[in-house]
């Protein structure tokens, strides 16, 4: 703790120490009234349409003499960013590219998160989601050139499959000239957003130098996975001498294979009392009287009472999971720009990406309590939890191996076309249409699953997890499949097989649930100038969009009519490597055991008895949006006062297709369903800005904002897992998260490259949807009865509020150092509680979250060490109603690079050098949830421009 608090002193210390003697340390003046132009930018009276925002100049004058030295590199970006934000009309923070196809970090969002209020969570060890101002990543748009880009995920990753962000992973940072997070909206950007809306500008050929070329290749390892992937790109532009018509392509091409290793806990047992105040134990009965008894006679009990026992939580499930995964990323871009005349141009640009998530997930699990607890030998109770516990061989089974081979291939393609006029008079005239699809999850995914009655003992400690058998889990003998005969069906539907419906025991199936994404839009924005009093520009716009999001779920189930060990199935055992699960917590003998070749499992689904591929009612859903927005913002500029007001109309509708499961019927069949919802809103919003002084800027703004829900939970379609006995739906009547956002801001732009800056910011979030949570009674097909479940489901209702302070700087020091560095305060208070009655914060917000990037830059060389900081964090609801706890996080990367020649540079990078594990727990640090290592990567690169 003491360090920890260290670490938010220093870094705070480092802003003010480094930067404000650095400001007075050089020789140079302050900058005039007017801008200089190192930092300059276009006018910001100058408000264009949201396809072509104001664009940071290019390096310029180092000094105020006149002379023309070009700064790039680290320095030239920095200072192209401090451009863009200096000049904006809103509280904007940017990061530019040094060059063309170099951008600082290897991942998009890994970038993001060096921005004040800016945190990404690696629960897969790269950034995938941005979360801004301490709301969900959900709830925070990312947007192409200005646009909204569908976006589909890879099928196993729980981290907001179905919500409206962009998996940042698939964006190849080669692409990229700059990022935008404009965390005060303008009513010329596109809704949707409550934390921040991110911006990605791509390169266009008519702003690079004709033949423009720039080319790469490179070499990553990861140390876990113990393997190392080729990473090429390249680009090329061009445009003729009158630059009126250019061209630019790109690709790139990218390979990683990951390892995690980790132990995850399904939820606890038994964590509050019933509204009776009973509880219900899965070690101890209680009679009709009171009366209390184990129910495994002879069991010890230490560290308290049969009382005490009856009362304590226990973890549900102990699983050691074993993860791999190759994620291939192809990536080909265009753009074409014709400019018929002085004050026309054209642009069509198009994206395709191809990603391929293929993946093998192993689970060795128990679940004490339900499969052991009548077998229990000893339990120890500790703090109101049974933090170790030892179990006979099980009556039915007491483990399980969950093998999933899970294919999935990403594709994105993007196409939009742009015409842009402007007058000789500053008048502006832009439209704009589009179109992008998105396609990913499973397709297909195997899943086959084997028992063991293995006596077995498990203890547990804030940070490690020992779980040892008694037996040899890698003995391939010891494992069988379900002997459970059942009559087979699907969603109710009977499994027919020579005439007759099957009776057998299901060992697993393969999934086949494909997401499709897509959007279209069009519409127009113009700029009229005008001299009225203050006001020097009016915009206005439309814009239409039309998108569906659905999922297409097919499935096939497996089954053997006697049960079988591996070694009679004649499958190929291996065994769990050496040292995978080193480091990440997981202790005992349950770190080796049986693992199986994937083309292992393939073959043993393919050679049992299958069903027919079916179409999952239940599990498809189709959610038809279309939005219809208009805009009216007027710009003012007068007397050191700039900004903007104005505001934006938006019609919203909703149809939801999906199907509905009944309750407490055997066999029940879905119930195809279709609900239709519709609303209006006005979002006004002000931004100004004042010009205290030459060098120091105040900002205020003040925005009505909307988010919408994810697409997933407008569908009430209802998913349920038979083994751990619970489930979720969504909610087609749900209303849009609303807030008022206020934002305040302090900026010091003492000289060229040096910006410090203090950020205050509110947001008032109504509509909040939280997680309720019921049992209700479903059919339960593998135990073939109706059984209770803990299903949850969202609603509207919670209240929320976020307040926060950033404080921000950065410097060019002294002799090629610099330092960027930033610290973010958020705290959050919401109407919403957890299972035990506590109060819940936001997903996704530390309190505290700090960033330290020194770096030095001289002659051919340039180096940067990136620090992130953040504590504990909130991440969603998870089984059992947990409340999933992130534990305080650290991130140190490097970066180095030497420019051979002026055209050819070699980069070398390390990311994740303190080899952190991701720690999640359940309310508090000693019920932990999981414990992860993704390991550590290294790549280098050469890379060519021209």
Known sequence: ???????????????????????????????????????????????????????????????????????????????????????????????????????????????????????????????????????????????????????????????????????????????????????????????????????????????????????????????????????????????????????????????????????????????????????????????????????????????????????????????????????????????????????????????????????????????????????LQSANISNGVVNSASFGAATNQGSQLDTLVRKTKLKTDNLNFFADYEGDGGAKISFAGGWSKAVGGRDPEYLFNVQTKLPYSYAFTNNTATVNFVGDPTNPANYFTNPNNNPAQIEGRPVIVNGTQLNAAQIGGQDFSVTTDRDIFGGYDATIPVEFGPFKEILLGSRATDHVNQIDARGINTYLQSSQTIPQLGATALVTPNGTFDGSGGLGNATQYLNLPQQSVIDILSGAINSPLVTKIGASTKVHETVIASYA?????????????????????????????????????????????????????????YSVSPTVIVRGAVAKVISRPRYQDLAAATTLNDVTLDGGGGNPNLKPYESTNYELTAEWYPRSGTLLAVELFRRDIKNYIISSRQNVDYFNALQNRITTYNVSQPINGAKAKVNGVLVSGQAEIWGGFGLQANYSYQDSNTSSVDVSGAALNLPYLSKHTVNVIPYFESGPFQARLSYNYRTAYFRTIGRLGSREMVAPYNQLDFSAGFNVTPAVTLSVNAQNLLDETYLQYNATPDRPTAFYKNGRTFSASLSFRM
């Not at 179905?162 to 596109?190: G, M, Q, W």
């Not at 009944?662 to 006004?684: C, E, G, I, M």
């Open 633 to 689: 913002q007027a710009n003012f500029d007068q007397g050191g006062f700039r900004g903007n007001i104005g505001g934006r109309v938006v019609y919203t509708r909703d149809i939801s297709n999906y199907a509905t499961t009944p309750s407490a019927q055997v066999n029940p069949q879905p119930v195809p369903t279709r609900t239709s919802t519709d609303y209006l809103k006005f979002l006004p919003s002000l931004n100004i800005a």
């Open 1 to 375: 703790m003491i360090f920890r608090k260290q670490i938010l002193l220093a870094s705070s210390a480092a802003v003010c120490v480094a930067i404000i003697p650095a400001a007075f340390a050089q020789t140079d003046p302050a900058p005039s009234a007017t801008p200089v132009a190192q930092d300059a930018a276009p006018s910001a009276t100058q408000s264009p349409a949201p396809s072509a925002p104001s664009a940071a100049a290019p390096s310029a004058p180092s000094s105020a003499t006149g002379d023309d030295i070009v700064v790039t590199g680290i320095r030239g970006s920095l200072r192209s960013a401090i451009a863009v934000k200096r000049n904006a009309n809103a509280v904007v923070d940017v990061i530019s590219a040094e060059d063309i196809g170099k951008f600082p970090d290897r991942n998009v969002a890994e970038s993001l998160s060096h921005i004040p209020g800016v945190s990404i969570d690696r629960r897969f060890g790269e950034g995938e989601k941005v979360a801004i101002l301490g709301t969900d990543p959900a709830l925070n748009r990312m947007l192409l050139d200005g646009h909204a880009l569908a976006s589909a995920d890879w099928g196993g990753n729980d981290n907001d499959p179905s919500s409206r962000t962009f998996n940042y992973s698939l964006l190849a940072p080669e692409l990229v000239d700059r990022l935008e997070v404009y965390k005060s909206p303008e009513p010329r950007i596109e809704e949707g957003s409550l934390g921040g809306t991110v911006i990605v500008r791509t390169r266009r050929p008519l702003d690079l130098k004709a033949n423009a070329i720039f080319a790469s290749g490179g070499y990553s390892y990861n140390d876990r996975s113990d393997k190392g992937n080729v990473r090429g790109s390249g680009l090329y532009s061009w445009k003729n001498k009158d630059e009126t018509f250019g061209f630019l392509v790109a690709a790139t091409y990218d390979k990683q294979s990951l390892t995690r290793a980790g132990v995850e806990f399904f939820g606890y047992d038994n964590v509050a009392p019933n509204a009776d105040g009973t509880y219900n134990s899965p070690f101890v009965n209680r009679a009709a009287d009171g009366t209390l008894s184990l129910k495994s006679p002879g069991a010890t009990i230490t560290g308290g009472t049969i009382s005490d026992l009856y009362k304590a939580a226990s973890p549900f499930g102990i699983n050691y999971a074993y993860f791999q995964q190759t994620r291939e990323r192809k990536s080909v871009s265009g753009t074409v720009q014709y400019r018929p005349t002085s004050d026309l141009t054209l642009t069509l640009n198009g994206l395709h990406i191809n990603g391929n998530y293929n993946n093998y997930s192993q689970s060795m699990y128990t679940i004490p309590g339900a499969w052991t607890g009548d077998v």
